[in-house]
């Protein structure tokens, strides 16, 4: 547990620092510095197995790693989701258990529902379904907008568009950008076209190693491999 308190007044920077997780003989991440300020949507991209889940879990503090420092406003903060209000997490499997009611979720993290989705009007009719009720898409679109919409000031997300169609990723990718006036957002996706453009800040990983990329972002993606044109 951190010793500060976190103070949730004025602009918040989210650093994590120092991250170093191996399995057996495979060093995943090698030292990473990464930072996410709010106002701001910061892309992660990297291949298959590049280590972008592992980071987020460990940023969230679902996966515990000696040594790695999570700091906000220079506030190490570890486990950060112990900060009521820091942040939340979308992880790559799904977030809600099937039983629980879609209405009950959206109040347990403090939600309204009507709202989250207003741009959304095709999921008015889900309303009243358990989440494991819902088509693989729907629910991660679901559990983006709950996200999206609860009172953190940041937001981590593992693959938001996957399974989502193209037309609500549009207005999804709005959303979001509506949305970082209030929070800061890390996102990682293989849809790499909706995510670039999103972007304030992108990062590829690499090798272990994270590299904050600039200029020319499509070249360097191809250069490392990670686009084939
Ligand atoms: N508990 C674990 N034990 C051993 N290896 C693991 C464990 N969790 C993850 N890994 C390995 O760590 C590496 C990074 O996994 P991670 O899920 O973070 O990749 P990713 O970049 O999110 O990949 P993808 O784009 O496929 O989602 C992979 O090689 C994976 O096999």
């Known amino acids: 547990m951190s010793a500060v308190a976190w103070n949730p007044v004025g602009p918040q920077v989210l650093e994590a620092d120092g991250i170093r997780v191996a399995f057996g003989q495979r060093q995943v991440l090698a030292n990473i510095y990464l930072q996410v300020k709010t106002g701001q949507i910061v892309g992660l991209l990297g291949r298959n197995g590049s280590g972008k889940s592992v980071l987020l879990q460990t940023i969230f503090g679902a996966r515990s790693v000696a040594d790695a420092s999570v700091r906000v406003n220079g506030h190490r903060m570890v486990p950060a989701f112990h900060q009521r209000g820091l942040l939340n997490y979308l992880p790559q499997v799904p977030l809600l258990p099937p039983a629980l009611p879609l209405r009950q979720a959206a109040r347990m993290l403090g939600v309204n529902l009507d709202e989250a989705t207003a741009s959304f009007p095709a999921l008015r009719a889900q309303f009243d379904y358990r989440s494991g009720e819902l088509s693989g898409g729907s629910a991660r679109l679901l559990q983006t907008l709950l996200l999206l919409h609860a009172n ?29 006036q209030r929070k800061g957002l890390l996102i990682t996706d293989h849809r790499y076209a909706e995510v670039l453009p999103l972007c304030n800040v992108v990062y590829l990983l690499h090798q272990g190693r994270l590299l904050k990329l600039e200029g020319d972002v499509r070249e360097q993606l191809r250069d490392y491999g990670y686009l084939a044109h």
């Open 152 to 180: 953190t000031a940041f937001s981590l997300f593992d693959e938001p568009f996957s399974g989502v169609m193209p037309v609500h990723i549009e207005t999804l990718a709005e959303e979001m950008q509506r949305l970082k």
